[in-house]
């Protein structure tokens, strides 16, 4: 079965530029550019007015001033109109009590959400999945996560995978399963014998050559 130029989606790269965009949102015009020297969480949503999505949103806001105190922005994204993001934003302030503060793209051409591979034609043709893109200061993609349709996202883990890619950065470090802020990290292994022998006479918590841990 041959697949037509329509059929394919195209989809960023870890550690590559995250694609440019500059669009309308429901706090004025916003371009990637805006966010230089600050983390942006890029994240969109099959359709406002709809009750997975709306859980969703009220986490973000939830936790949207822990996204900001560790120096990172939020930005949603569906394939609805502005109109629609302020009523449906509107909405959940009058039902639920609850504040968006953050900008919400409209894209009704859906060019942003094809240059970010939002569309999965297996899932739906003209919305959005729920995927999630953590860009760092310098506009590069670190992390990028897909939910499907029916299952809504946890948004405290995307603010723990921040917090290990700080940390990471910071510190050369990489981080285990689960890792929290105040947990051991891993020591990157050595990269020749010389080094793998020396290891383990290094000061760090060593289970083998190759399996070290220490705290920040």
């Not at 968006?100 to 999945?129: C, Q, R, W």
């Not at 996202?153 to 105040?182: C, M, Y």
């Amino acid at each position: 079965m041959e697949t037509s130029e329509q059929d394919i989606v195209s989809f960023p790269q870890l550690n590559k530029p995250a694609p440019a965009f500059t669009a309308r949102t429901t706090h004025g015009e916003k371009s990637l550019s805006d966010y230089q020297g600050r983390w942006l969480i890029l994240f969109s949503h099959p359709a406002d007015f709809t009750p997975v999505c709306t859980t969703e949103f009220m986490a973000f806001a939830k936790h949207h001033e822990e996204f900001l105190a560790e120096g990172a922005d939020l930005l949603g994204l569906s394939i609805d109109s502005y109109f629609s993001h302020v009523a449906w934003v509107r909405n959940i302030k009058e039902k639920f009590g609850v504040e968006i503060n953050f900008p919400i793209i409209e894209d009704l051409s859906m060019s942003v959400a094809k240059s970010y591979g939002m569309i999965h034609p297996g899932a739906a043709d003209t919305s959005a999945v729920r995927a999630t893109f953590i860009i760092d200061p310098n506009s590069i993609l670190r992390a990028m996560v897909y939910y499907p349709m029916s299952n809504g996202r946890s948004i405290p883990e995307f603010l723990r995978v921040l917090k290990a890619l700080k940390a990471s950065d910071e510190h050369n470090i990489a981080t285990p399963e689960g890792w929290q802020p105040g947990d051991q990290v891993i020591v990157p292994p050595p990269q020749d014998t010389e080094a793998a022998d020396a290891r383990m006479n290094e000061g760090y918590e060593c289970t083998d050559w190759y399996f070290c841990k220490k705290s920040l």
